[in-house]
């Protein structure tokens, strides 16, 4: 166990819709990740936030947005989902600003019909 | 175009052999590589080499960074099933984090 927890484990729904994924890091690390993982593209970084900022920003589509707040927990939303958005998506976070020793939580699965 | 490449894409040994996995990249202002593990579930880290950390050593895992010829291997030797595993090779560069797509190794009893 990472001490990353994810909600949900799994999520299903249907194009168009939006869903929120929450994140809440390990204890003391102030850096959050978050990444999509998909068997045609494998692990891509989406984005990073440090203490509540963003801090970098990868692959993301302008469909999703991310923020983390004074309690450190992240969420992701993504909208407006499309078939290929169905992936597992890992949150990972780190006590420091660089990438370093991160921490994966378990991930969830999203599925959109 | 940043990209980092990993190979072979697959592996596959007998218990107690050494194999060696191969990692290479292609970026802009390169700040670190990390190797990961990644079974069933989400990677677990294994080493993070620098310019001031090209070589890393854990067991029977040993990793180096050869900054000259941009890549890295990971070799694991004395090979178990229990190494079984995706391995999973990022580079971090111009605040940046890019995956390659993995070698998958299975060790057979």
């Known amino acids: 166990d990472s001490g990353v927890t994810q909600t949900p484990k799994h999520l299903i729904t249907a194009t168009g819709q939006r869903v929120t994924l929450r994140c809440s890091p390990r204890?003391?690390?102030?850096?959050v990740y978050w990444y999509q993982q998909s068997l045609d593209q494998g692990l891509q970084f989406l984005i990073q936030y440090y203490n509540g900022e963003e801090r970098a920003k990868g692959n993301i589509l302008e469909r999703f947005s991310a923020q983390q707040f004074p309690d450190l927990h992240s969420e992701l939303n993504l909208s407006s989902l499309e078939l290929g958005d169905s992936a597992l998506y890992f949150c990972a976070s780190s006590a420091r600003w660089e990438l370093g020793t991160q921490y994966f939580g378990p991930g969830t699965r999203l599925t959109v019909l | 175009e940043d990209k980092v490449v990993q190979s072979p894409l697959s592996l596959v040994v007998h218990e107690g052999d050494t194999v060696t996995l191969n990692c290479s990249y292609e970026?802009?202002?390169?700040?670190?590589l990390l190797w990961y593990k990644q079974e069933k579930k989400a990677p677990t880290f294994l080493f993070m080499l620098?310019?001031?950390?090209i070589e890393k050593k854990s067991g029977r895992l040993s990793s180096i960074l050869d900054k000259k010829e941009l890549s890295s291997i990971l070799n694991i030797t004395a090979t178990q099933t229990g190494d079984s595993a995706i391995y999973l090779c990022?580079?971090?560069?111009?605040?940046?984090?890019?995956f390659g797509t993995g070698t998958s190794l299975t060790v057979i009893p």
């Open positions: 620098t310019s001031s950390g």
């Open positions: 990022a580079v971090e560069a111009s605040n940046q984090f890019y």
């Open positions: 970026v802009t202002n390169f700040r670190s």
């Open positions: 204890s003391g690390d102030l850096s």
